[in-house]
């Protein structure tokens, strides 16, 4: 039997979690949790990176020993080194205003179906890429870590950054694996700062005599790893602060189509491709929860089933849902029809999110000629029932809910791999899952025809 530990940081909260595996064994317990979430300081949007750093070394202490440890997070945000290590400023949030405009300016450098070509990537105003070309501390910077990384090298004083990751900053090369250097320099950032990439599996170095491994260091890469499908015709949403849709490939799709539909070929564990899009996800309710001051969710969910269906819907992906705010007073204004209750507001934003599901699974299947089966969710998502009768009910196909702690699983399932644990590959890890979590089955229900109306409503028609 192995023992490990998983550091998890999502974008609302992280944990530290000890992870058993062995034959028919996969235990996942919660050391700590922490909370996690953009600081405002003096207008600019922060992480708290030594809260994170020092919340982890305590789940590490109190997890007691293990045979390794390995961190994954959210992707896309960095920290700078000088030439002495040293950290040039504290991170800075994807959400933060700084990258307002910038897509434009760079744009006017290389033109969007370059981008596309090298990276695959989707286009986000939070892609490193734009993020870095708002950067003033570059001139300084001897060398970019993501946030898995940088953690990492605290802890062993290694350098390095983790595929499935830079895979995120639409500054690598889908084809090539390997960082685009050429294109980096041309939107002013030097190939200096790229350091050499970790496979997951690989061991990063040592701390306090524990092999620090390098898995899936993307959240959302080792997410992936745990779904557990029992077929290949499977779709994914990995749902918590943003829900990522989409489908597991054996190579990108580079098309026009799949560019115009702005759709992701991000790297996974193994070398499959992630073919998704970024919908907003829960991130809108949790700041409905944060201005409202109610932390009920169970309450809140309850009284978005009672409420009316398909009152009031919006698009999750306008642009004004991206930043910390008063998401209540934001749905009004874009609807043009304030949600008269809590509920209604909850509703609105969970049907809303249930009808951006089913168009981007609908493109996925087409843009990859890959029919699907099954729908898995996974993440802290995966426990909203209603948000999961609704996704069954919109995309018209049996869901499967579970594992909750998806990403934490593919991180400890890695790491027992590489100790040598007999997990050769993805179906294995897959099997393994499957044999020792219960998933809740969700069957389609309503009537289709009010989900087009509803998609016609908010999209026009297809
Ligand atoms: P992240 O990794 O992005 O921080 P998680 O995967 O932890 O996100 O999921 C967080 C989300 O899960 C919350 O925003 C909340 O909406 C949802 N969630 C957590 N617990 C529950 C629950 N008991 N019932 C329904 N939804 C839940
Ligand atoms: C989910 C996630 C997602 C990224 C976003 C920045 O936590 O990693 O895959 O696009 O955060």
Not at 409 to 433: K, S
Request: hydrophobic share 40%; aromatic share 6%; glycine share 8%.
């Amino acid at each position: 039997m192995k023992r490990v530990a998983a550091v998890d940081l999502g974008a609302s909260s992280g944990r530290v979690m000890l992870g058993e595996v062995g034959p028919d064994l996969l235990n996942l317990t919660e050391v700590n949790r922490f909370w996690n979430g953009p600081v405002d300081l003096r207008g600019t949007l922060h992480w708290d990176i030594l809260h994170l750093y020092r919340s982890m070394l305590d789940g590490l202490h109190r997890a007691g020993p293990v045979d390794s440890l390995a961190i994954d997070s959210w992707a896309v945000d960095y920290g700078l080194l000088d030439a002495g290590g040293h950290l040039l400023g504290n991170p800075i949030h994807y959400r933060d205003s700084r990258t307002e405009g910038v897509m434009d300016r760079v744009l006017q450098t290389v033109s969007a179906e370059e981008l596309y070509e090298v990276t695959g990537l989707q286009q986000l105003p939070i892609n490193t890429l734009y993020q870095l070309a708002a950067e003033t501390r570059l001139g300084a910077a001897e060398t970019l870590l993501l946030i898995p990384d940088l953690l990492a090298y605290w802890l062993t004083g290694q350098i390095g950054v983790e595929r499935t990751n830079a895979s995120t900053t639409q500054l690598y090369d889908v084809r090539r694996r390997e960082w685009a250097t050429g294109l980096a320099e041309r939107i002013g950032v030097p190939a200096r700062v790229l350091p050499r990439l970790w496979e997951a599996g690989d061991v990063i170095g040592q701390y306090d005599g524990t092999p620090v491994i390098a898995v899936g260091s993307h959240d959302t890469a080792s997410a992936v790893v745990s779904v557990p499908t029992e077929t290949e015709r499977f779709a994914y949403i990995s749902s918590g602060t943003w829900s990522l849709v989409g489908l597991e490939l054996p190579a990108p799709v580079l098309t026009e189509e799949a560019r115009l539909a702005n759709f992701t070929n991000e790297g996974g564990v193994d070398g499959r491709i992630r073919f998704l899009r970024n919908i907003m996800g829960l991130w809108i309710l949790q700041e409905c929860q944060r201005v409202w001051q109610d932390d009920d969710l169970p309450r809140l969910l309850a009284e978005a089933a009672a409420a009316p269906p398909f009152a009031v819907l919006v698009d999750p992906d306008a642009p004004e849902f991206l930043a910390p705010g008063d998401m209540p007073a934001r749905i009004a204004a874009y609807s043009g029809d304030s949600p008269t209750s809590k509920g209604a507001v909850v509703r609105c934003v969970l049907e809303s999110l249930a009808l951006a599901y089913r168009r981007t699974l609908r493109s996925a299947q087409e843009l990859a000629d890959r029919p699907v089966d099954v729908l898995h969710v996974i993440g802290g998502g995966s426990q909203n029932e209603l948000l999961c009768q609704l996704t069954a009910d919109a995309c018209g196909l049996p869901v499967l809910a579970g594992p909750v702690e998806a990403s934490a699983l593919g991180n400890v399932l890695v790491q027992a791999r590489a100790l040598g644990e007999p997990l050769p590959d993805l179906d294995a890890m897959r099997a393994l899952v499957r044999s020792t979590h219960r998933l809740r089955r969700y069957t389609p229900q309503g009537k289709p025809a009010d989900w087009d109306a509803a998609e016609s409503r908010v999209f026009g028609s297809r």
